[in-house]
């Protein structure tokens, strides 16, 4: 299918907007193709508006929101030197780049003053923090908003620069903290919506506006609230706002496949999955969408659409429920399955686990308690002690005086889980396993089939891959398990090869005795 078909496969409904996310690097690797290939196709049939993230030329944890974020690490310990050789390392990198994309002088020169300027006020705002001895979160986000104001400058010009009308938008003063007083809930995610479109619609027909991925100034900062990946919430309140007809994530992968396609050789590209289904595998280690985004956007029926910078062609990966109709539409365009009405055709298509993933630099910790069951507030203890060194739990399972968990584990963490461990010790004895992955089996289907968890653990045992740790998920879609490092490749391509494929190739790895059991249930 060309990009033609594929955009006007788009249904056209009255407001016609649809919102492009673009990512650091993809911003950084494919600006010509972006504006090219992808905005100025689009914008010929919709209202197309663009948010972006701050620019990477290689890797996110090398790119110009790393390198910010450094920059207010040095000035918080007072070293003027280092933050002002990082804050012109970014400088050099921006305007290298205006001088090789911008072909217009005129728009050349614009953006490389822009530029400086923008430097030079991060640059005055840290020598502040130094004096006063302090970066609060307000002047983190202010100096981490940079990133965003950067890229998006040198995207509208760009994109002028091929003749398409474009706006930079700078969202992060859109709301006062005032405002924002409660943090993120409901009512902010309202407002900042219906911010975000009323800068869109400020805008003269015609003009595709490029909106800063940064938006604020959230109370506590926004790393704290959103975390890294803030852009496609940013994009998510937009396409709620206008109340688009989609939200596209653009990638540097086709979408979501049924395994990390660098893992696993036969992994395939998925046509759709369900919220839930992007949310557990983003959560575990196939980080294509940041889970805040999906809630808001779907509650509004907005389906989002991930789809590959480098193949626009491509129909992408839908995320939408199942079971509900879109905007515009009282009911869902074709028989709707609702997943307690599976018809028994849905079962013999033999449909198992939707995809299979993997989150690496996990340990285990194991507390043993003291007593003879596991006493009022043990949980609470233990997980107050967690919470204060910031360390994440990704799976518990408890017996009754024994409690293991699946924590997030890096050289970074080591001083804080040395910390954990001290004050843990007084609830029991207490031992950690490092150099753990988690592996996950993800899939809707999952809540309806019986022996799908006994499947993946004997595939696991059949690879004679030892398992440290169990857990299903409270939503039945997620079944997972803790496995040593060495062994996680071997893991994803074996359940992916016996549980994945053969639901594609009409094989199961489930027992059909057991799905037979599950048929009568469901007739
Ligand atoms: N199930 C999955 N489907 C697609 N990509 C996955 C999956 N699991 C892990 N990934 C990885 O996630 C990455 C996301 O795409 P990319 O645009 O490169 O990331 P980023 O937004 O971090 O720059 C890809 O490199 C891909 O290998
Ligand atoms: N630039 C920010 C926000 C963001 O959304 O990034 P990306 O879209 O490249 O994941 C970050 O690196 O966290």
Redesign the pocket.
């Known amino acids: 299918m060309s990009l033609a078909d594929s955009v006007s496969s788009v249904s056209s409904l009255p407001s016609g907007w649809i919102v492009q996310k673009f990512?650091?690097?993809?911003v950084g690797k494919f600006p010509e193709q972006i504006c090219e290939d992808i905005v100025k196709t689009y914008s010929e049939s919709h209202q197309v508006v663009v948010v972006c993230s701050a620019r990477?030329t290689h890797l996110?944890s090398e790119g110009t929101t790393t390198r910010l974020l450094l920059a207010a690490e040095y000035a918080a310990d007072e070293k003027k030197e280092e933050y002002l050789e990082v804050l012109r390392l970014v400088e050099e990198d921006h305007v290298n780049n205006a001088r090789e994309k911008i072909q217009n002088a005129e728009l050349r020169e614009r953006l490389i003053d822009e530029t400086r300027e923008e430097i030079r006020h991060v640059t005055r705002l840290l020598d502040a923090c130094l004096i006063i001895g302090e970066v609060s979160a307000k002047s983190n986000d202010v100096v981490m908003a940079c990133g965003e104001k950067l890229s998006c400058r040198f995207m509208s010009y760009l994109l002028q620069d091929r003749g398409v009308k474009a706006q930079y938008v700078d969202l992060s003063m859109v709301a006062s903290d005032m405002e924002l007083s409660n943090g993120l809930d409901a009512h902010s995610y309202k407002l900042l919506g219906e911010r975000f479109a009323a800068e869109v619609r400020r805008l003269p027909e015609g003009t595709v506006p490029v909106l800063t991925g940064f938006f604020g100034l959230i109370p506590g900062g926004l790393l704290r609230a959103v975390g890294r990946?803030y852009t496609d919430l940013c994009a998510a309140l937009t396409a709620v706002g206008l109340a688009a007809e989609e939200l596209q994530i653009w990638?540097?992968?086709?979408?979501?496949?049924?395994?990390?396609?660098?893992?696993v050789q036969k992994?395939r590209l998925?046509a759709s999955v369900t919220p839930d289904e992007a949310a557990e595998?983003t959560y575990y280690?196939?980080?294509?969408i940041h889970p805040f985004t999906m809630e808001q956007v779907i509650k509004a029926r907005i389906p989002i659409r991930i789809k590959n910078v480098m193949n626009p062609q491509g129909d992408g990966t839908i995320i939408y429920p199942d079971n509900i109709g879109k905007r515009g539409e009282a009911t869902p365009p074709h028989p709707p399955i609702s997943v307690q009405n599976i018809p028994a055709s849905v079962f013999t298509s033999k449909k198992t686990a939707t995809?299979v993933?993997a989150k690496s630099d996990i340990a285990v910790l194991n507390i043993h308690s003291n007593k003879k069951t596991l006493s009022h507030g043990f949980l609470a203890g233990v997980f107050t002690v967690l919470d204060k060194h910031k360390l994440v739990v990704d799976l518990i399972s408890t017996s009754e005086v024994h409690i293991s968990m699946a924590l997030h584990y890096t050289k970074e963490l080591k001083h804080n889980f040395g910390k954990a461990l001290e004050e843990l010790k007084k609830f029991g004895d207490c031992d950690v396993t490092k150099d753990l992955c988690i592996v996950s089996l993800v899939g809707i289907h999952m809540k309806q089939l019986i022996g799908i968890a006994g499947a993946m653990f004997k595939i696991l045992a059949d690879e004679r891959i030892n398992i440290e740790m169990i857990s299903q998920g409270a939503n039945e879609i997620n079944i997972s398990c803790v496995i040593d490092r060495k062994d996680v490749i071997k893991a994803l391509n074996a359940l992916h090869d016996r549980l994945l494929l053969r639901a594609f190739t009409g094989g199961s790895a489930v027992d059909q005795r057991l799905e037979n059991l599950k048929l009568d249930d469901v007739i």
């Open positions: 990512g650091g690097t993809s990477s996110k990946g990638k540097e992968v086709d979408g979501i496949f049924t395994a990390d396609p660098r893992k992994a998925l595998l280690g196939s980080e294509v995809a993933t």
